[in-house]
T-cell receptor, first 114, second 111 residues
């Protein structure tokens, strides 16, 4: 099986712009979670989608949003980018209906905001 | 490419006994290793870390051991408690670059 893929791998934006990141889960996985990883804050949970519905949400401002399509692919959008949004954004897919089972992480998208 | 592997998807132990979670890696450039703990419906939280200059780091009931020659690290929880039941992820990075995660091991501690 192919692993979790994320596109693009690297992205450079300027403040005020918006960005959309994409994640394709492992075939058959219906749960997709998004995380932000920064050196100072470590790994922080953004949100989880299951069957096109947001099931859980972390403590991030409304500028961060996401969605999931019927094929389980997920997109994350960040509007009005700020310098502090520079980070590695990871997505992880899971086969468990309850979302509590093991997660397979993608390689991440490195976002740099100038 | 799966540079960090947790070959046991699940582990079940009795309360009070030792839990040993294992993690193997392939990239010899990794110099920093972490363990995260994840409860259902929550994001992972940082648990304990170890730098490659050490072979052991201890924090209360949690101890991480690093065997660089075998490219293997393990997390020991002693004594195990029911509240430790969660999914544990190991992660590794090289020179403060992007982190690579294992798929996780689900630990169940039975009362």
């Amino acid at each position: 099986k192919a692993g979790v893929t994320q596109t693009p791998r690297y992205l450079i934006k300027t403040r005020g712009q918006q960005v959309t990141l994409s994640c394709s889960p492992i075939s058959g996985h219906r749960s997709v979670s998004w995380y932000q990883q920064t050196p100072g804050q470590g790994l922080q949970f953004l949100f989880e989608y299951f069957s096109e519905t947001q099931r859980n949400k972390g403590n991030f401002p409304g500028r961060f949003s996401g969605r999931q399509f019927s094929n389980s692919r997920s997109e994350m959008n960040v509007s009005t980018l700020e310098l502090g949004d520079s980070a590695l954004y990871l997505c992880a897919s899971s086969s468990s209906d309850s979302g509590e089972w093991t997660q397979y992480f993608g390689p991440g998208t490195r976002l740099t905001v100038l | 490419d799966q540079q960090v592997k947790q070959n046991s998807p699940s582990l079940s132990v009795q309360e009070g006994r030792i839990s040993i979670l294992n993690c193997d890696y392939t990239n010899s450039m990794f110099d920093y290793f972490l363990w995260y703990k994840k409860y259902p419906a929550e994001g992972p939280t940082f648990l304990i870390s170890i730098s490659s200059i050490k072979d052991k780091n201890e924090d209360g009931r949690f101890t991480v051991f690093l065997n660089k020659s075998a490219k293997h690290l393990s997390l020991h929880i002693v004594p195990s408690q029911p509240g430790d039941s969660a999914v544990y992820f190991c992660a590794a990075s090289a020179f403060n670059n992007d982190m690579r995660f294992g798929a996780g091991t689900r630990l169940t501690v039975k009362p």
